[in-house]
């Protein structure tokens, strides 16, 4: 599975592959978004569904793929402290924020930030027209994230500090997206930076939220467990498709068809949340589909 996987980088073939990667992990970030922001506390439901990730990730890290090489344990360490930020920050939005809101800010930050990074750190670089799809898909999320500020009630006290740490996110979402893409294309076995990856990853936010459990009713552990299962695998195949995408191909165009999550992530606010989406709203999440298109057909 490896080889073949490898096999495809660069190839028509692996631009087809990535493409449906980005928008497999567009849809199911969305859904892992929503997961967090639920009923429960966001610290909690990030902390169970990382602790169920880094469980069933242990044997496969450990017995099943190979072990990473040496220069792989700095990078690793590097992706640590990245994403302990990038968490921090993400449940500190959530807190604060009605979903609709801080999602598309968070969202619209990343892949512009993804794009110049990837320039800097794999030379790659947009042409004219591909700058163009990315300036109207962030501009329909921010769009949205601006309308959806003026109609929604929820939370409005605490907005303000949300909106500042959406955009710190979305500058964490840029900075993981692009050293996790030198992390995967830094080892031969992309599986190996995988497992590693979620083993790793999976005991920060459980180790930081281990006072915040004794707060929680007992009737609400098995609801948490089911989410922190659900979630894990919701994981595995979100942001393992991304980081696969990445290698594959082209870095920033990964980054950027992925964010036609906040697509989906408004649907799922209207659908799962309660969260009304109108006319206006829906004009603004085809324009962030068409900015998605631009982007593949002008590259």
């Known amino acids: 599975m490896s080889e073949w996987l490898t096999s495809l980088e660069g190839t028509p073939a692996g631009h087809q592959a990535a493409l449906v990667l980005a928008l497999m992990a567009a849809?199911?970030?969305?859904?892992?978004?929503?997961?967090?922001?639920?009923?429960?506390?966001?610290?909690?439901?990030?902390?169970?569904?990382d602790a169920?990730?880094?469980?069933?990730?242990?044997?496969?890290?450990?017995?099943?793929?190979?072990?990473?090489?040496?220069?792989?344990?700095?990078?690793?360490?590097?992706?640590?402290?990245?994403?302990?930020?990038?968490?921090?920050?993400?449940?500190?939005?959530?807190?604060?924020?009605?979903?609709?809101?801080?999602?598309?800010?968070?969202?619209?930050?990343?892949?512009?930030?993804?794009?110049?990074?990837?320039?800097?750190?794999?030379?790659e670089h947009f042409n004219a027209g591909?700058?163009?799809g990315v300036g109207v898909l962030v501009a329909g999320i921010y769009g949205l994230a601006l309308y959806n500020l003026r109609t929604i009630t929820l939370n409005r006290e605490t907005m303000?500090?949300?909106?500042?740490?959406?955009?710190?996110?979305?500058?964490?979402?840029?900075?993981?997206?692009?050293y996790d893409a030198y992390g995967i294309r830094a080892?031969?076995?992309?599986?190996?930076?995988?497992?590693?990856?979620?083993?790793?990853?999976?005991?920060?936010?459980?180790?930081?939220?281990?006072?915040?459990?004794?707060?929680?009713?007992?009737?609400?552990?098995?609801?948490?467990?089911k989410r922190g299962v659900i979630g894990a695998f919701v994981a595995y195949f979100s942001f393992g498709a991304i980081m696969m995408a990445t290698r594959l191909d082209n870095v920033g165009q990964a980054a950027v068809l992925r964010e036609t999550s906040t697509v989906f992530a408004a649907l799922i606010g209207w659908l799962v949340l309660g969260e009304k989406v109108g006319p206006r709203r829906t004009?603004?999440?085809?324009?962030?589909?068409?900015?998605?298109?631009?982007v593949e057909v002008a590259g």
């Open 52 to 123: 169920c990730y880094g469980l069933i990730a242990a044997p496969f890290a450990l017995f099943v793929v190979p072990w990473p090489e040496p220069h792989m344990w700095p990078i690793f360490a590097g992706v640590f402290v990245i994403h302990a930020g990038y968490k921090l920050a993400q449940a500190m939005t959530y807190s604060r924020g009605a979903y609709t809101v801080v999602y598309p800010v968070v969202r619209g930050t990343g892949p512009l930030f993804a794009v110049i990074g990837a320039g800097f750190l794999f030379d």
């Open 160 to 178: 303000i500090p949300a909106l500042g740490f959406a955009v710190l996110t979305g500058g964490f979402v840029a900075l993981y997206t692009t």
């Open 187 to 225: 080892t031969a076995d992309p599986f190996t930076f995988l497992a590693w990856f979620f083993f790793i990853d999976g005991w920060f936010m459980p180790l930081l939220t281990l006072r915040r459990w004794r707060n929680v009713p007992s009737s609400e552990f098995v609801p948490l467990l």
């Open 27 to 49: 849809l199911l970030h969305a859904l892992f978004g929503a997961l967090q922001k639920g009923r429960h506390d966001p610290w909690l439901s990030r902390a169970v569904i």
């Open 130 to 132: 591909q700058w163009v």
């Open 283 to 294: 004009a603004l999440m085809a324009l962030i589909a068409v900015g998605a298109v631009i």
